[in-house]
């Protein structure tokens, strides 16, 4: 999924009433989907193909534009409702408040979108679908999602993945993670600074920072986006998930979520 985000720093996350002034502001294209197609593109220096849903309006044909911009071949399924817009507040600490605005538009298998292709990828990451879509996306020889796609639609469809990877600092990602039974071969809870834990693989570091920590958004999907790629390259499970523990924690000294 897309969406289009306002990044602010601010000298603290306002309470009500209260007036905070921002520092710098930037605008980008982001969500799940778009920030871990672009740190896949940027880490394999391929060309990456990237499903998903926009808008017919001015910020679905701007996110389109940027996608092209870093490098993105983006297939979208274009629909009548608004693409959704967000803000996010980074307080001196680098921690993030994000409000979003409109629903998260997503590919669905109505779409006429070349889902047989599919079957040629070493790998997939999803983070938005329709429940008959993830049939399609199971072609693929390693599927990895969040458990933002809905557990039940996965138990629906009677499908198994190859990574279930969610962060154990959201209470219902973690909840889903602790109640996937037998619907992946391996799940992920992300810690941030702490690092995590796998199932199976125990505990987990996290990787060490070069620099100060700027703004979380986008570390969870970046951390998605590397441990797609080893699994993909048939890494073992300790040199997948430490690409992903790098990938992190270099997301995590940029304002937003990649430099171009």
């Known amino acids: 999924h897309v969406e289009w985000v306002t990044f602010i720093s601010v000298d603290k996350c306002p309470k009500a009433g209260e007036i905070s002034h921002g520092e ?100 997939i990451f999803v983070t938005a679908i329709d429940q008959k879509a993830l049939k399609h996306c199971r072609k693929a020889n390693v599927m990895v999602a969040t458990p933002r796609i809905g557990l039940s639609n996965i138990q629906r469809e009677n499908i198994k993945l190859d990574a279930l990877i969610g962060s154990a ?22 810690e941030g600074a702490l690092g995590g834990q796998a199932w199976p693989g125990g505990r987990f570091p996290a990787a060490k920072l070069k620099s100060a920590v700027i703004d979380t958004y986008g570390c969870g999907d970046s951390f998605a986006a590397g441990v797609t790629i080893g699994l993909s390259s048939g890494w073992s499970l300790n040199e997948a998930i430490s690409l992903g523990a790098h990938c992190g924690a270099q997301c995590s000294t940029l304002l937003g979520p990649y430099e171009d």
């Open 169 to 190: 600092l959201d209470p219902d990602e973690k909840n889903d993670l602790l109640s996937a039974t037998n619907l992946s071969r391996l799940k992920i809870a992300t």
């Open 24 to 123: 710098i502001y930037l605008e980008d294209v982001a969500g799940g989907g778009a920030v871990a197609a672009i740190k896949i593109a940027q880490l394999t220096k391929q060309s990456v193909k990237f499903y998903t849903a926009l808008g017919k309006d001015y910020i679905g044909k701007k996110c389109f534009k940027r996608l092209k911009q870093l490098g993105i071949e983006t297939v979208v399924a274009w629909k009548d409702e608004p693409t959704r817009t967000g803000i996010s507040m980074l307080d001196q600490r680098g921690e993030r408040t994000i409000t979003v605005i409109g629903d998260r538009l997503q590919p669905s298998s109505s779409d006429s979108l070349p889902w047989e292709e599919l079957i040629n990828f070493d790998g």
